[in-house]
């Protein structure tokens, strides 16, 4: 069983910045691929960005040129996200997400508001 932890979330005017962390408690196997998702308030969890473990990246439309994910070269299964120019909409709670394989793994979220 891996664990995630998410850290970083909080409270922000528009237009400032945030950066996530996730820890994943698998230290022996390098996980596949990890990724950020969120989830607003009576939507759909969707994908933020995503990093292979060949360093591929994807990201959503809603993030392009604002966040960026990326590994911690110092421990094996960790990332952050670096999230600039916030706009309200960014309000969610902030999930991280891993696979090994087949198995899908989530974090508990850190909550991320931005107010006006």
């Known amino acids: 069983q891996v664990q995630l932890v998410e850290s970083g979330g909080g409270l922000v005017q528009t237009g400032g910045s945030l950066r996530l962390s996730c820890v994943a408690s698998?230290?022996?196997?390098?996980?596949?691929?990890m990724a950020w998702y969120r989830q607003a308030p009576g939507k759909r969890r969707e994908l933020v960005a995503s990093?292979?473990?060949?360093?591929?990246?994807?990201y959503a439309d809603s993030a392009k040129g604002r966040f960026t994910i990326s590994r911690d070269n110092s421990k094996k299964n960790a990332i952050y996200l670096q999230m600039n120019s916030l706009k309200t909409e960014d309000t969610a709670a902030y999930y991280c997400?891993?696979?090994?394989?087949?198995?899908?793994?989530w974090g508990r979220g850190t909550q991320v508001t931005v107010s006006e």
């Open positions: 997400r891993a696979n090994l394989g087949p198995v899908i793994y």
């Open positions: 698998e230290t022996q196997t390098y996980l596949d691929g």
């Open positions: 990093l292979t473990i060949d360093r591929q990246t994807i």
